[in-house]
């Protein structure tokens, strides 16, 4: 049974301390006190260096590179907490990782992302908030109650501030089949037509051919995906759009920005004129990639945390 903790406590571990302070800046509290490191082996130490006894805790932990480091940093937080009498535990966990492991796409492969959530729902986690989980099913991973937040009331609200009465002359573009539905609500919210990139391989050891299916002709596109990783699938879907679709300029938005390996280098020599992402993993250094603008979440964070704290709608925020 859930107790209401008498005073909200927000604490961090190391993936995005940034993020976690912006969020207690927002709601007008200070950073809950304590540490988390690594002893000489690499086993996680955590020591909490306050009362949480009765509070209602919110443990702000983006599962990001490393990611295996910043799981367990969550998990052991969430335990030390539970073993300190916290009154409710929240795992505010503005990116998911291992959440593109979410069904058997051949034979043995794990699920690992009911694995994670089997672990933070043992670890001791009253409840869960994140942000643009990469699939909506993981919400029923969870024994326990999960609220999935939307990144696209924030890029709304930039790109009608960026582009004002022109939206309308504008295309959102799914950069492959499976964001469809996810672009089509964005798309929708700015009163914007919805184009798709659809990629296939004719045959083996062929190259992809890219089809762009809507009309985006002289048109400035707004390519919509949920995350980043290599830049790959984003880069080669404004490039279709520029060289068969005869688009006229692509704007690119995504909710999480991993940038893995040659991603930067990818986003420069692209076609992209900007990549809109949101702080859920920690900025990078942009002079490498002057293309890449952040735009924040915690506004949204804090304002989620304050309703689940003070037990009403989160409905609000999801619009």
């Known amino acids: 049974m859930f107790t209401h903790g008498k005073d909200i406590k927000i604490f961090t571990g190391n993936s995005n301390p940034k993020l976690a302070e912006d969020i207690c800046k927002e709601i007008g509290t200070q950073l809950g006190n304590a540490e988390v490191k690594s002893f000489a082996d690499g086993e996680v130490s955590v020591s909490i260096y306050e009362t949480v006894r009765g509070s209602d805790v919110f443990v702000v932990q983006s599962t990001c590179k490393p990611v295996n480091d910043s799981l367990m940093e969550l998990l052991v937080m969430i ?45 001791g986690a009253d409840r869960v908030l994140t942000m643009d989980i990469h699939a909506n099913q993981i919400q029923g991973f969870f024994d326990i109650p999960m609220d999935n937040l939307l990144g696209n009331p924030i890029f709304v609200d930039y790109y009608a501030k960026k582009f004002g009465g022109m939206c309308e002359d504008m295309v959102v573009v799914s950069p492959d089949v499976g964001s469809v539905a996810r672009a089509r609500a964005f798309a929708q919210k700015l009163h914007m037509n919805l ?7 004719q045959k083996a050891n062929q190259c992809e ?70 702080d859920t993993i920690p900025a990078i250094d942009t002079t490498a990639c002057p293309k890449i603008k952040y735009l924040s979440v915690a506004p949204m964070f804090s304002e989620a945390i304050e309703r689940i704290y003070q037990e009403i709608s989160l409905s609000k925020v999801f619009r």
């Open 79 to 123: 335990d030390a907490l539970r073993r300190a009498s916290a009154g409710r535990i929240t795992a505010v966990i503005p990116y998911f990782g291992y959440a593109r492991q979410d069904r058997k796409a051949k034979a043995r492969d794990p699920i690992s992302a009911k694995l994670v959530a089997n672990m933070i729902t043992a670890a």
């Open 209 to 278: 051919v890219m089809n762009v299916i809507g009309d985006v002709a002289g048109k400035d596109c707004i390519l919509f995906d949920d995350m980043v990783d290599t830049a790959g699938s984003l880069c080669n879907a404004a490039k279709a759009l520029v060289e068969v679709g005869g688009a006229k300029s692509v704007h690119a938005c995504a909710s999480h920005g991993v940038l893995s390996g040659p991603a930067l280098e990818r986003i420069n020599n692209s076609v992209i004129a900007e990549l809109a992402l949101l």
């Open 195 to 201: 184009a798709i990139v659809d990629k296939r391989r």
